[in-house]
């Protein structure tokens, strides 16, 4: 059985509760944007594409169950972006869901201007279309971003490969509507014959690169080793490791990537070994309206996340946390370049791309 983050069809819509992995594979149904936004808050559902996904989808179904405005188009577009809204506030750091937010917005100031005589009824079905075309674009996406970064990782290898890959959180189905960001890198070198092993870090406090991403690759028979979040510098050096690739929640203008925490000491770490640091990235991950990374939020967890686990306590539970979800690597430190589904830039770059593309 494939592994699927979310399963949608017109009016329905499940999400896999990640929180239950790799124990239990339970899929639970989102009725509208309430339920999405605690499965986003709570992380039954994580990964900056498929919380954007599952957001969108989630107020598809609400459109498609009738909610919302009938007589108004203006009334209609209010309701939108007030859901919208809504769903934005559950998780700060992640930038694809206002990306898509502020897109969804735009297109639907212009059909309503541009088409004269809509009835709210055309309006809501259009809506519910284009949000349904997000899951084959975010599908697309993941495979240009996985053919791009293979190859420019092999070009960079002597020989050609195969190589050794290291990463880091959950960047792959489970993150996506399907192939993957970094997780699609290693799936095309694999799918290549180019891929010798990846080396996953466990990702504490969640557990993302243990429980989801060891989880997929193996689902997919792709050699995966797990390894402690503080053995990655010794992996690096002991293993061999010719890249690391990880995805990221946002990019600012100049390059700086919030991503996972850990993401810098691992970026540190490449730098020092001279190792090639990569992050893999759809465009819709990148904020152009935040000049550097140092004005990227980044959101807090609660302290129980580290001083229990499954119920065990791993920690006197009174003691101090500092628990940030996520942390900010510098674009210096992104040596290998930001691998995209139209490329791969270097990170000061990528927002001159984007500003040429007319998706400022
Ligand atoms: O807290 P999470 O699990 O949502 O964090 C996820 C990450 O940091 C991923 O690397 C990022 O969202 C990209 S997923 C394709």
């Given amino acids: 059985m494939a592994l699927e983050s979310l399963r949608y069809r017109r009016g329905s819509l499940e999400v896999l509760n990640q929180r239950l992995l790799p124990g239990q594979l339970r ?40 909610a919302g405005p009938q007589e ?27 990306r898509e937010a502020q897109r969804l917005r735009g297109w639907l100031r212009k059909k309503v201007e541009e088409t004269p005589g809509v009835t709210p009824q055309e309006l809501r079905e259009s809506i519910i279309e284009y949000i349904e075309g997000l899951l084959a674009k975010d599908r697309r996406d993941n495979r240009s971003i996985g053919a791009h970064g293979a190859e420019h990782i092999l070009g960079g290898v002597p020989g050609g490969g195969p190589v050794t890959l290291l990463t880091h959180c959950n960047t792959g189905t489970l993150a996506t509507a399907g192939y993957g960001t970094a997780l699609g ?25 243990s429980r989801l991403s060891a989880l997929e690759l193996r689902h997919d028979g792709i050699p995966v080793t797990i390894i402690a979040d503080s053995a990655a510098a010794a992996a690096m050096r002991e293993h061999g490791v010719h890249a690391v690739v990880v995805g990221a929640d946002r990019v600012a203008a100049n390059g700086d990537v919030a991503n996972k925490i850990g993401t810098f000491q691992l970026a540190l770490a490449a730098r020092h070994l001279r190792i090639p640091f990569y992050v893999a990235a759809p465009s819709s991950s990148c904020d152009p309206t935040l000049a550097s990374g140092r004005l990227i939020p980044i959101e807090e967890r609660p302290g129980t996340e580290l001083t229990q686990l499954g119920g065990v306590l791993l920690a006197e539970p009174e003691v101090d946390v500092w628990n940030p979800a996520f942390d900010v690597t510098p674009h210096e430190l992104i040596t290998g370049g930001i691998i995209t589904e139209w490329g791969v830039f270097p990170p000061s770059q990528l927002c001159r791309e984007l500003a040429e593309r007319g998706e400022q």
């Avoid at 808050?41 to 957001?55: C, F, K, S, T």
């Avoid at 010798?196 to 406090?205: A, L």
């Fill in 27 to 66: 899929y639970e149904r989102v009725g509208g944007v309430e339920r999405a936004w605690g499965a986003i808050r709570d992380m039954e559902v994580r990964g900056a594409p498929a919380i954007a996904l599952l957001g969108c989808l989630s107020l598809a179904v609400e459109l498609a169950g009738g």
């Fill in 72 to 98: 108004d188009l203006g009334a209609l577009e209010a309701f939108v972006g007030q859901r919208l809204g809504f769903l934005l506030s559950a998780r700060p750091t992640a930038a694809n869901l206002g």
């Fill in 185 to 209: 890198v290693v799936r095309a070198l694999h799918s290549g014959g180019s891929l010798s092993r990846v080396f996953c870090t466990e990702t504490r406090p969640f557990h993302q690169g």
